[in-house]
């Protein structure tokens, strides 16, 4: 039986650029949410930021985790009647 590994890791730093509040992915498979001072200040809105652009990444995480399982495994299909 196959093992699976998650690794997680959340950056938080100063960056330049415009504020976007929506979570985008990137093209290496990473999400980046831009959040204004004032957010990454308070704990309430830094934590609602992180848990927005988490919960994009693992949603597309698991996507592609079913898809590559679902192309690798054969389905439990009803059996195939003989002719």
Excluded at 5 to 18: D, L, M, P, R, W
Excluded at 40 to 46: F, K, M, P, V, Y
Aim: glycine share 4%; net charge neutral; with cysteine.
């Amino acid at each position: 039986m196959s093992q699976y590994e998650i690794t997680v890791e959340i950056k938080i730093k100063e960056c330049e650029g415009s504020v976007d509040t929506n979570p985008v992915e990137q093209a290496d498979g990473s999400f980046r949410l831009v959040m204004t001072d004032a957010t990454a200040s308070s704990i309430d809105e830094c934590e609602q930021a992180l848990l927005r652009t988490n919960y994009a990444a693992v949603r597309q995480a698991i996507a592609t985790h079913l898809s590559r399982l679902s192309k690798k495994k054969p389905r439990n299909g009803p059996p195939k009647k003989a002719e």
